[in-house]
């Protein structure tokens, strides 16, 4: 199946849930195949437009992830521009993100992390599979961790006492909003009524 990203973190998150149903995923950049441009105005549309391009170029099954961090007191932001929000480094996005939060009081500021999958069979499938996820926790103003990669750093998880970035793999691939989404993904791809 085709990842539709070249997100190397993705791959592997998705990878060590889905290897579980036997799914071998392949990246599109590994398939040559350049992405589309994002324009929906939701987590599910920019997650289809990209499952269907990646399926289409590849005439392979496609799985897409749109994902983000939506922050309350800023309406949701960064939200479906969460991997655009600064300059597009994970450093440059957590830098702006903290600057817009400066005029929202003291944190740690509520937020979630945000994940939907969807499935294609082909481009044009009338019945994709979606399933989504959220995982809840604070946004703070220090930085702490290696792990992980984007936003991890500064998002704070209070049932772990810990940010994300400072979660061990295996704990994260089980309690993160891909690896919720991706359960319920595989609960799906086994029975498509669920």
């Excluded at 269907?52 to 897409?64: F, G, K, N, Q």
């Excluded at 103003?141 to 209070?158: H, L, N, R, S, V």
Aim: proline share 6%.
């Amino acid at each position: 199946m085709v990842l539709a990203s070249g997100n190397s973190g993705k791959l592997a998150e998705l990878a060590a849930v889905l290897a579980h149903a036997q799914i071998t995923l392949v990246t599109q950049t590994d398939l040559g195949i350049i992405g589309p441009e994002e324009t929906g105005l939701s987590f599910i549309e920019n997650a289809l437009i990209k499952a269907r391009h990646a399926a289409e170029v590849s005439s392979l099954p496609a799985i897409a992830d749109d994902s983000g961090l939506c922050v309350d007191c800023l309406q949701g932001a960064p939200g479906i521009y969460s991997a655009r929000y600064g300059d597009g480094s994970d450093a440059g996005n957590r830098a702006a993100l903290l600057d817009a939060l400066k005029t929202k009081g003291d944190g740690p500021w509520p937020a979630h992390f945000h994940c939907t999958l969807v499935v294609v069979r082909t481009a044009h499938d009338p019945d994709p599979i979606i399933a989504q996820a959220r995982w809840d926790g604070l946004i703070t103003a220090e930085p702490k961790g290696t792990g992980g990669f984007g936003y991890d750093p500064i998002f704070f998880c209070p049932d772990q006492n810990a940010s994300a970035a400072e979660l061990a793999p295996e704990l994260k691939n089980r309690i993160s909003h891909r690896a919720k989404a991706a359960q319920r993904l595989l609960a799906m791809l086994r029975d498509p009524l669920t």
